[in-house]
C-alpha cells in the first residue's frame, strides 16, 4: 500500500503561473483534505471533499481551486501564483475524521 | 473564532523521563481532541484522539487528559525516547463545524540522551 501520495514533491514557480498539485490515495478513503504548512503556524486547512464529486472550503481558500472527480484523487490548483503561498501543502485522507493518513507533502516556493 | 494553541513551542527532556506537551483550546463545542506527531521531512501522524465526554485516554506509552473546565488538554508520553523527537500538534474537531480539523501551532519535543 502506497498510501498517500503527492506529486510533486518539490516546485519552484514564477509569480503569476499556474500549477496544479496531485493527491491520490488507494484506502478507499471517503475524505480527503488540502492543508498549507508555514512556519510558527501549524496546519491551515484550504479545502476539502466529503466524498467524489464534493468539495467545500476551508480556513484559507483564496486563490486555490480544487477537484475531485475520481474517489482516489484529490487536485489542488493554483491559478495565478503569489509569492504568499510559498508554502509546504500537505494532501490527507481519512475514514475516521480524527485519523487523517498524510502524505509527504510537497514544498512550493513561488519567486 | 475557534482556535488551537500551545503553551510552549519547545520543550526538552532526557531520555526515560516522561514528557508532558499541552495545549489550550477556545471552541468549547469541540466534539473531540485529537494528538498528531510530524517528524522531521514527514507528514503529520496520528497519535490519539479523546472524545470531549471524556477526561483521560491511554495509549501505548501516551495518556490524553482533558480538563474542560480550563479548555486544557494534554499529552503524557512515558519513558521518551530519542524516535520521540518531533513535532507535536493538537486539534480539534466540531461536528457541528463542518467536521474540519483545527491545529494548533505545534510544540517541538526534543530528546536528549
Known amino acids: 500500500n502506497a498510501g498517500v501520495t503527492q506529486t510533486p514533491k518539490f516546485r519552484v514557480l514564477k509569480t503569476g503561473q499556474s500549477m496544479t498539485l496531485l493527491c491520490a490515495q488507494d484506502m478507499n478513503h471517503e475524505y480527503m483534505y488540502w492543508y498549507r504548512q508555514d512556519p510558527g503556524m501549524g496546519l491551515r486547512l484550504i479545502h476539502y471533499?466529503?466524498?467524489?464529486?464534493?468539495?467545500a472550503k476551508g480556513e484559507v481558500p483564496d486563490g486555490y481551486n480544487v477537484s475531485r472527480l475520481k474517489k482516489q484523487n484529490f487536485l489542488l490548483g493554483l491559478e495565478s501564483a503569489a509569492p504568499s503561498q510559498t508554502s509546504v501543502y500537505f494532501c490527507?485522507?481519512?475514514?475516521?475524521?480524527?485519523?487523517?493518513?498524510f502524505g509527504q507533502g510537497t514544498r512550493l516556493t513561488v519567486v | 473564532g475557534e482556535s488551537v494553541g500551545l503553551h510552549l513551542p519547545t520543550l526538552s527532556v532526557q531520555e526515560g523521563d516522561n514528557s508532558i506537551i499541552n495545549c489550550a483550546y477556545s471552541n468549547s463545542a469541540s466534539d473531540y481532541f485529537i494528538w498528531y506527531k510530524q517528524e522531521s521531512g514527514k507528514g503529520p501522524q496520528f497519535i490519539i484522539d479523546?472524545?470531549?465526554?471524556?477526561d483521560k485516554r491511554q495509549g501505548q506509552r501516551v495518556t490524553v487528559l482533558l480538563n474542560k473546565t480550563v479548555k486544557h488538554l494534554s499529552l503524557q508520553i512515558a519513558a521518551t525516547q530519542p524516535g520521540d523527537s518531533a513535532v507535536y500538534f493538537c486539534a480539534e474537531r466540531w461536528t457541528g463545524g463542518g467536521n474540519k480539523l483545527t491545529f494548533g501551532t505545534g510544540t517541538q519535543l526534543k530528546v536528549e540522551l
Open positions: 471533499s466529503v466524498g467524489e464529486g464534493t468539495t
Open positions: 490527507a485522507s481519512s475514514i475516521d475524521r480524527n485519523e487523517a493518513f
Open positions: 479523546i472524545r470531549s465526554n471524556m
